[in-house]
């Protein structure tokens, strides 16, 4: 691809482009974009122009620029994401309707936890968590699992990384964190108390590719004084049947 006069590719500055929109900042002007993005005014109007026109970014009525349809399209063919939150759907509604507080699914991508579904009761307590949001691995309940089943290379690299808190409770010494993914393996669970959110735990299990490695971790948030036990052991059942429907798929 072309270089821009910075060095910068067409991709890399497309990517830069998208990774403006967050969950929180879905709806944006062209300059605010260039300005976030850290491009010219006329070349942020004129990639947003292009990507319109392809309908990777949509206009509104105002002219704002927000994500476009035809990207969710292209996301989807094929993808790995998809093909998970399709097995986990049912298993995720089965623990829904018994817990009736908030059930999610998530990934581990780029050294954070990345969430791809999450169910929720209307009367359901706090949850910081969106679809297609992100939190650390140290922090969050499913980051946990996701951290302990990581690859080496990548648990260490968050254990060598700065430990930032996210609550009063998030664990900051990596000797502690080490001790804590230690038992998760051993476990294969994690009781997570406080450590987004101090009113909330988290409770989360890990999730094979049929009889293969952990590609996602499922977790239920509950109010903190809820009991834990009967959480593990219904999302333990989901977690085995999305693996087994896994591994059927792949057959």
């Known amino acids: 691809m072309a270089n821009s006069a910075s060095g910068d590719s067409v991709t890399e500055r497309i990517v830069r482009v998208l990774e403006t929109f967050s969950t929180e900042r879905t709806v944006q002007t062209a300059a605010e974009i260039g ?22 970014l949509e206009r509104d009525g105002a002219r704002r620029v927000r994500l476009g349809m035809r990207l969710w399209e292209l996301a989807g063919r094929g993808s790995r994401a998809l093909r998970l939150r399709q097995a986990a759907l049912p298993w995720m509604e089965r623990v829904q309707a018994r817990v009736r ?47 302990a089943f990581a690859p080496d290379d990548e648990r260490e690299a968050v254990l060598a990384a700065p430990l930032l808190p996210v609550s009063a409770e998030t664990i900051l010494e990596p000797q502690a964190l080490r001790a804590r993914l230690a038992a998760i393996r051993r476990d294969g669970f994690v009781v997570a108390e406080g450590s987004i959110e101090q009113v909330s735990t988290g409770v989360a299990v890990p999730v094979r590719d049929g009889r293969g490695p ?20 219904e999302l333990r059942a989901a977690a085995a049947g999305i693996s087994a429907a896994l591994g059927s798929a792949g057959r």
């Open 101 to 147: 507080e908030h059930t999610q699914l998530a990934v581990l991508e780029h050294g954070e936890a990345l969430f791809l579904e999450r169910l929720s009761s209307p009367t359901a307590g706090a949850n910081i968590t969106r679809i297609a949001g992100r939190l650390p691995l140290h922090a969050s309940s499913s980051g946990l699992v996701l951290l």
């Open 214 to 233: 952990v590609i996602a971790a499922l977790s239920v948030v509950l109010p903190r004084e809820a009991p834990t036990a009967g959480a593990v052991e």
């Open 35 to 56: 300005r976030r993005a850290g491009l010219p005014s006329s070349t942020a109007h004129r990639m947003v122009a292009e990507l319109v026109a392809s309908g990777l």
